[in-house]
């Protein structure tokens, strides 16, 4: 569930913010497939799911990729460190220096060992 609020949450920002091209990334293949399967009506998530695809729907493109943990080391990050924080949203205009090495490995395609 948390992943799937994540990833509505993430759309409707990146809409907002006018970004009209996303590719959007996620560890959770069980998000991705409820998001990309015909979920049923009594589905527990149904109505966030729902909103889900609509709003993948609108005049803007979104390409949903499933990655591997290791694969994803900037949303770890993100959400160890909110886990210390109260703050409800958090948005940066500068990256914090303590992500700039994993956000310049993953534009880089640096590969992670699993552990």
Same mark, same amino acid.
């Given at each position: 569930? $948390?992943?799937?609020?994540?990833? &509505?949450?993430?759309?409707?920002?990146?809409?907002?913010?006018?970004?009209?091209? +996303?590719?959007?990334?996620?560890?959770?293949?069980? $998000?991705?497939?409820? +998001?990309?399967?015909?979920?049923?009506?009594?589905?527990?998530? #149904?109505?966030? +799911?729902?909103?889900?695809?609509?709003?993948?729907?609108?005049?803007?493109?979104?390409? &949903?990729?499933?990655?591997?943990?290791?694969?994803?080391?900037? #949303?770890?990050?993100?959400?160890?460190?909110?886990?210390?924080?109260?703050?409800?949203?958090?948005?940066? +205009?500068?990256?914090?220096?303590?992500?700039?090495?994993?956000?310049?490995?993953?534009?880089?395609?640096?590969?992670?060992?699993?552990?």
């Amino acid at each position: 569930m $948390a992943e799937l609020y994540a990833i &509505f949450h993430g759309l409707r920002i990146a809409y907002d913010a006018g970004h009209r091209n +996303i590719i959007l990334e996620s560890d959770s293949r069980m $998000a991705l497939d409820l +998001i990309m399967s015909d979920v049923q009506a009594h589905h527990p998530h #149904a109505p966030l +799911i729902s909103q889900i695809v609509q709003l993948q729907h609108r005049d803007w493109i979104v390409n &949903f990729h499933h990655t591997l943990r290791q694969g994803n080391e900037c #949303a770890d990050w993100l959400v160890k460190h909110d886990a210390s924080s109260s703050d409800a949203l958090k948005s940066w +205009i500068v990256c914090s220096p303590q992500l700039h090495h994993s956000l310049l490995d993953d534009a880089l395609g640096v590969a992670r060992l699993r552990s």
